[in-house]
């Protein structure tokens, strides 16, 4: 039994997860970004304790409380790391920086309100009202999640704004995790408890798939801003001077 659980996929992920945090570590990413490593490690030491737990299976009420800690902590760190993404790509650019923040504060208040009114509406196949809560506090915290990340994407294609690249993987791998935690948080709503273990897959999956990308993108060499986009970045200064004589006009 216990030589199953180690070759599970569980551990597999623990394995890259153990990686991940080697990589963020050697390359002293956190003084670059302290939130995201505080994602990444968060995430691994919750996972120890969560398999631990599962293993040696001290409690259903001890597991059932780990793993909506787990969820939480994921959760807020995930939001964190959105807003740390989107303070890093603007950061040349103070005046753009203020009406993104301004867009993204009113994108939060549409997205709490989407996310309410679809969890209203949709039927709940959980047969437990404690567990059905959770999933649907989960299912409005991905929706603003996906949608902020979303409006980061679309927000810096408008204005051209250039991606480093190991910005714009964190950024690509957490996207995919979050979306596909958003369909299997929804599926587990609708379906109820007999989706369960598909979804585990699915979901460990894309978790899995999001630290490749992380890692790829951390460990390639950082490419130097090529003459072609010069122009780019003297258009966007000239568009952050004109905001911010808009706004302290």
Not at 85 to 114: E, N
Not at 193 to 198: G, Q
Not at 222 to 231: F, W, Y
Request: aromatic share 14%.
């Amino acid at each position: 039994m216990l030589t199953k659980t180690l070759l599970s996929p569980w551990f597999a992920a623990l394995l890259v997860q153990s990686l991940l945090a080697t990589v963020l570590l050697v390359k002293r990413m956190w003084k670059k970004f302290p939130l995201f490593v505080s994602y990444a490690v968060a995430n691994f030491l919750l996972s120890i304790a969560l398999y631990a737990v599962y293993v040696l299976w001290v409690s259903r009420r001890a597991y059932f409380n780990a793993y909506w800690f787990s969820e939480a902590v994921g959760l807020f760190l995930g939001l964190a790391v959105v807003f740390e993404i989107f303070r890093h790509l603007l950061a040349p650019y103070p005046a753009l920086r203020r009406l993104a923040t301004q867009i993204f504060q009113g994108a939060v208040v549409c997205l709490l309100l989407l996310g309410g009114i679809l969890s209203y509406a949709q039927s709940v196949g959980e047969h437990s009202h404690i567990q059905a809560a959770f999933f649907i506090v989960e299912q409005v915290g991905r929706i603003l999640e996906v949608g902020l990340l979303l409006c980061l994407f679309l927000f810096a294609t408008v204005f051209g704004l250039h991606w480093r690249q190991y910005v714009f993987g964190i950024a690509l791998g957490l996207g995919i995790f979050v979306t596909v935690e958003l369909v299997a948080v929804t599926m587990r709503l609708q379906f109820g408890v007999v989706a369960s273990p598909i979804l585990n897959i699915v979901r460990s999956v894309a978790f899995n798939a999001s630290m490749v990308i992380w890692i790829s993108y951390l460990l390639a060499p950082d490419l130097a801003t090529s003459p072609a986009e010069m122009p780019k970045r003297a258009q966007l200064a000239q568009w952050n001077r004109a905001v911010m004589e808009l706004i302290y006009q």
